[in-house]
């Protein structure tokens, strides 16, 4: 038994070294590269975080990193698919994707990803995969390696405590809170993130068994499933901001809404947004944020790197850095982003874990505790019929 512990012992340090090794490897290559990332550019604090990602990468690694901001990270899916199409297998325009839910369906089942890379990251074992299981499980879906988780998220509800008193706890009381505040109520234009989201969280309310949620969408079954989810906004929208004949673009302008009073109830899918924006001035201080009885819809997303990336190297430099304790307590503390960690913790040095400790979290942000366990998210085939579903009834307005 010793001499199998020792042999075992020295597979696992040979196997380390090895991929000490790797690593080196890769940064040697990686210097000098230019990594085109793909990230959503909707909101100012985002766009700074990741511009100050880019500094520290090329400072530390002279890797230079351009953010390409993208609204709907489909567009850059379609871009990738078209060089494939085109014959372009290497030096493609992407380099680096901010993604999850159905674009990373889309991409693993064309075969649109590079190979899977998170166990040649050094930062990778410091995730909490086991307390985190969604850091490997995206919308159902395994991510085989082939997506480097970066946050978490969970759907939460924002309301001014000065003015609603008693806030709707769960999909029917809003309704019902909605035809008593007539005006008071909206939600971002599908397909929006947000919007979109809502939805799903909406659909996950209403629907009998939400077990079916869990498998691809039927087309035969898919209009039973949802025909809830129709009735609730036909009932609903007419109580809407501007009576549902319009919606706000995006999360930012429904934050925009809410902070100008337009509207009393906003959500977000970062339970530490609302106390950014309160320490930004963006709403006001007596903001709160709640979670329904239920429960809400959590995730994790990430980045990826496609089959033709010109600075794959590069790509998996950025990919490690964001897993750094630094850049994961940067991103977590709602001065910056808000934006919850994936890593365990328990598994950082002292001086690392007290980057976390020593985070404010705001008044407005929930403990995980009160956040409770989050709701998985439907497989990505019911945002895609949901999306298509509601353009085609609503998107004229209504």
Same mark, same amino acid.
């Given at each position: ?12 340090? %040979?196997?380390?070294?090895? *991929? ?30 990741? @511009?100050?990602?880019? #500094? ?22 379609? +871009?990738?698919?078209?060089? /494939?199409?085109? #014959?372009?297998? $290497?030096? #493609? ?9 159905e674009n990373f369906a889309a991409m693993k089942a064309e075969g649109l990803l590079g190979p899977a890379f998170t166990d ?5 074992? &410091? %995730? ?22 970066? #946050? ?16 709707? *706890? ?52 898919? $209009? ?41 109830? @906003? ?9 950014? &924006?309160?320490? *930004? ?6 903001? *709160? ?25 590069g790509a998996m430099v950025v990919a490690n850095f964001l897993l750094s304790p630094e850049a994961q307590a940067r991103k ?20 690392? /874990?007290? &980057? ?20 998985? $998210? ?14 085609? +009834? ?5």
């Open positions: 038994m010793r001499l199998l512990a020792f042999a075992t012992a020295c597979l696992v340090a %040979v196997a380390g070294a090895a *991929r000490a090794d790797d690593w080196q490897a890769i940064l040697e290559r990686a210097r000098g590269q230019t990594v085109f990332w793909n990230a959503w550019g909707g909101d100012q604090a985002i766009n700074d975080y990741i @511009a100050w990602v880019a #500094g520290e990468v090329e400072d530390r690694y002279g890797v230079e990193v351009r953010h390409v901001k993208v609204a709907d990270m489909a567009e850059t899916v379609s +871009r990738v698919l078209a060089e /494939r199409t085109a #014959g372009r297998t $290497e030096d #493609g325009s992407v380099d680096l994707i901010w993604i999850n839910g040649l990251l050094p930062n990778f074992a &410091l %995730v909490d995969t086991e307390g985190k299981p969604t850091t490997l499980i995206d919308f159902t879906i395994p991510t085989d390696g082939l997506e480097s988780p970066w #946050g978490m998220a969970q759907f939460v509800f924002s309301y001014d405590s000065a003015i609603v008193y008693e806030p709707p *706890r769960s999909i029917d009381a809003l309704l019902a809170w909605a035809e008593a505040n007539p005006g008071r109520f909206t939600y971002p234009l599908p397909p929006d993130f947000l919007g979109s989201t809502f939805l799903k969280q909406a659909l996950i309310g209403l629907v009998e068994d939400r077990s079916v949620l869990r498998e691809p969408v039927a087309a035969a079954a898919f $209009e039973d499933v949802a025909a809830p989810l129709w009735d609730y906004l036909d009932a609903l929208h007419p109580h809407l901001w501007r009576q549902g004949q319009s919606f706000p673009v995006s999360g930012p302008e429904l934050v925009r809404l809410f902070g100008d009073g337009e509207i009393d109830i @906003a959500f977000h899918f970062n339970p530490a947004e609302a106390s950014g &924006l309160i320490e *930004r001035g963006q709403v006001a201080e007596t903001t *709160r944020t709640y979670v329904l009885d239920g429960g809400t819809i959590g995730n994790t997303h990430f980045v990826t790197i496609p089959f033709n990336a010109s600075a794959p190297d977590q503390d709602p001065q910056y982003w808000g934006d919850f960690t994936v890593l365990d913790l328990d598994a950082l040095a002292p001086e690392e /874990r007290a &980057l976390f400790e020593a985070i404010d979290l705001g008044p407005a942000t929930l403990s995980p505790e009160s956040l409770g366990v989050p709701l998985e $998210e439907p497989h990505p085939s019911w945002m895609t019929a949901i999306e298509a579903a509601w353009q085609e +009834r609503y998107g004229q307005g209504g």
